[in-house]
């Protein structure tokens, strides 16, 4: 069902009042909304053709009394399935100007979505709440009647009022600033009135409002002079202090780049205790989870640096997407497929110690390949209809994907021709809305180049291709599948050259292309995609494969195109384009290397060998394949230790990380050892083990000693209240082996209490991936409990009907029972990521088939 409204009548101001909001049960808020629209024909607006009535959306609320053009309604008429509300009236409203006024009543839900609350325990200890929106896509329809839709760009005027409980600091937070408070007496009770500024013109999606007790830490931007301040809950203040100095040099660096002036008079950041997504980007009034912001002198390289991008993601959207906003949800991906790149180009600026973009290609860029080389994906552009359509494509493709794609542009046009176009679009749409054609039209206006041509192909179409090279320099191309079957789809393809000169590889330059390759067959060996700017994989023949092992010790290629052939080589082999045993041939070197310099490689190379571990731990070869495994990284073991040495750089955390679970994951005997004694020695009140080894450390000791360290780990987790350690332990409990322990741990995360909706994933992403026999019994579990879990975990319910379905090695015969399944049971929301996770149930189990003979007869 299409939920659009049509454009007859369009919304130019909202006024919306809340008279009382209830921290206390039944948490109930009431409303009034004054709405400024003008109206072309209010009879073909309506939903059932009635020439008298007018419909907007509303959804969980009760409408209770509606006015308009000095008429009273007559009817109000809910539609669930539309989301909408008809006020019908005693004549038609006529053409013209008019203020619609609507009165309603609501309750703050424990969903996450719309106006919501949150809890959190206080400074005496006590259990408190508060209130707090989300409206990203749909739900400010949940908070108040609207249009809902990005391109009925408004302002907007709030006023509420709150209630201040026994003398507590209860303030509200919005978009605007606040113009004026007022404190009154009624029933004995305290109020404040809150009436911030009006908003500049934009979508309701951006809407905020937060009432809530906080500390809050605040600083000005040096160049901007804008105030940022950081609100956490009550004693959490000193926690905000990495994030208030990220954003608050970020807004100045965003400002520049963009050369666009902050649009708002303030940048506030908050820190809410339950939070459904990451963090959202409301015009001037951020929200984030906790993980998300708040760091501690526990937490890990890899969370500051998540931090930090997020940060940085959400103050790129003030402009890309707040100020400038895409027409349609199907256009997602100019959002935050933007947001995603600006991340890197601004942690890049405010810290460049970090070289992030290596990691932009070790996890984004080949997140992005991986899920786009399944048929179940999806072009960047697709038609989204329905609610659950728009939630379904906040995924890899719109971000990663997206963020891959403006890479390889820029990389293409130059980065400041890039920014120019960018420039020039966002000042053409200020406070408007856009489609990917006009983002495109702006950098091909900029940079005198066919942006279009060049782009629409990957926009339109789903997948990227594979440029094989043969011996004689000639090159085919064709879709990239992880099946490794036939593929439609073709793609002009810009190829960046070791000596930096770009060809756009497609049906006119393909001859161009070749020529240069052939120029290079005579090297020792050659690589293109320089960079790794490219969205697209390349294969060589098996003896250029051969000539690249010997290349990738350190020193003869970058990191950037290290990895990306690390990468290549193993999506070509799993897919089956050559023989698995390539990839292992290319990185048994990696046995005599040691090095200090480059995590994201041995990051990679870990990621890639504990797949594979997994995927063969049951073969009769297996102990073969450990003793390989573990030649390659004991070395590096060695060479790095377990402690941290002085005044070594910040990224060997995340070596030893990656170096310790690639040893761990085959059983090295030492490994296990020396966590068993660091899990001993912290359990018996010695020192924390260093934050970035926890997760490794925790999940050697608990296969180890599976029920004790459960316990322990249990109990860690009731007496930490710092988010990443509470991830830490919650990803670990989900690993127990023991079928009576594994089913503990499920109750436990899912119904009692102490993990928050929130956080729901990461104990079932272990919990949904363990072996056979614990993966199927989740299933099971899953079938038998469906109703009970899908209206507790409603919002989360793409998440957690993907993980409790996706283990196991059925192959065909557990998909056809999913199926079956989702016959019987709407699986709503959760449609793709099940189909998703469908399809890499069967590529695991084809693979294994496929190469069994193969790895048998190379371990010989
Ligand atoms: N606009 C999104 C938040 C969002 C996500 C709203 C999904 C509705 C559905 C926000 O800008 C975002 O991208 N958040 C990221 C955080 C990331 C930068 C770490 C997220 O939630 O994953
Ligand atoms: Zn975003």
Redesign the pocket.
Known sequence: MSCRLPSTVIPRAYRLNYTTISLTAPFKFDGVIQIDVEVADAGINAAEGNPNSLTLHCLDLAVTKAKCAGQDATSLTMSIDAETVTITFPKKIPSGSHTLTVHFTGTLNDQMRGLYRSSYTNLKGEEKVMACT?F??TDARRAFPCWDEPSFKATFQLICTIPLIDGSNMVAISNTPVLETQEFIKDGERFKTYTFGETPKMST?LAALVVGEFDVVSMYSEKTKIQTSVYTMPGKGKQGKFCLETASKALDFLEETYGIKYPLPKSDLLAIPDF??????NWGCVT??EA?ILTDVGTSLTMKK?IA??V???LA?QWF?NLTTMEWWNALFL??GF??FM?FISVNHLFPEWNIWNEFVQSVYTLALGLDAMKTSHPIECTVNHPDEI?SI?DAIS?AKGASLLRMVSNYLGDDVFIGGIQAYLTKFSYDNAKSGDLWSALGEFSGKDVPGMMVPWTSQTGFPVIHISDDGSTSTERFLASGEKGEGSWPCPIVFQDGEKIILDDCNKSAVENKIKTLLTDSFFKINAGQYGFFRVNYSVKQWEKLADVMVPGKLSTIDRLGLISDCFALGKAGYIPVTVPLNLVKSFGDIAELDEYVIWQELSEQMRGLASLYKDEPFFPKFQKLMAGMFSKQAELLGWEKKEGENENLGSMRAAVFAALGAVDDAGTAQTAQKLFNEYAAGGDAVQADLRQIVYKLALKQDEEGVMRVLMDLYRRTDFPEEQRNLMLTLGQVQNAGLHAEVREWALWSGEVRIQDITYPLSTLGSSNQANSDSAWKYFQNNYDKLLSRFNNMWPAVAAMMSRGGSGGQQKVDEINAFFKVKPVGSAKRRVEQGCEALLLRFGRLERDRKVLEKYFL
């Open positions: 989300q990203e896509a999606y459904a997504s990451g963090a959202m980007e984030y989870r998300k998540g991008r997020t940085c993601h959400e959207h997407g959002n935050e947001a995603r991340e939630n906040f971000y």
